[in-house]
């Protein structure tokens, strides 16, 4: 079992920026794939980035240029770095960890609201 605890989220203006951290605790030697996703109210759940094990990263083209994500494999956590946030950007964060035995953990998400 992993446990998966986010943090970071907050109000913040048209342009600023956010770091949500994302701390993965329980079996994290199994841990593969690290990643965030967001869902707005009435939105299906997305991908916003992940990033592998291996190092490589995808990202929603909506973020490219945006958003960086990087992980802390030595303290199991992965971190979201937001610029240039947009008012449509606002959404419930969640972190979810894949394991190679096939888990797929969630965390409660944290909420990111940008305000214009």
């Known amino acids: 079992q992993v446990q998966v605890v986010e943090s970071g989220g907050g109000l913040v203006q048209v342009g600023g920026s956010l770091r949500l951290s994302c701390a993965a605790s329980g079996s994290t030697f199994s841990v593969t794939t690290m990643g965030w996703y967001r869902q707005a109210p009435e939105n299906q759940r997305e991908l916003v980035a992940r990033i592998f094990s291996g190092g490589s990263r995808n990202y929603a083209d909506s973020v490219k240029g945006r958003f960086t994500i990087s992980r802390d494999n030595a303290k199991n956590t992965v971190y979201l770095q937001m610029n240039s946030l947009k008012p449509e950007d606002t959404a419930r964060y969640y972190c979810?960890?894949?394991?190679?035995?096939?888990?797929?953990?969630w965390g409660q998400g944290t909420q990111v609201t940008v305000s214009s």
């Open positions: 979810n960890v894949k394991t190679s035995n096939f888990g797929d953990y």
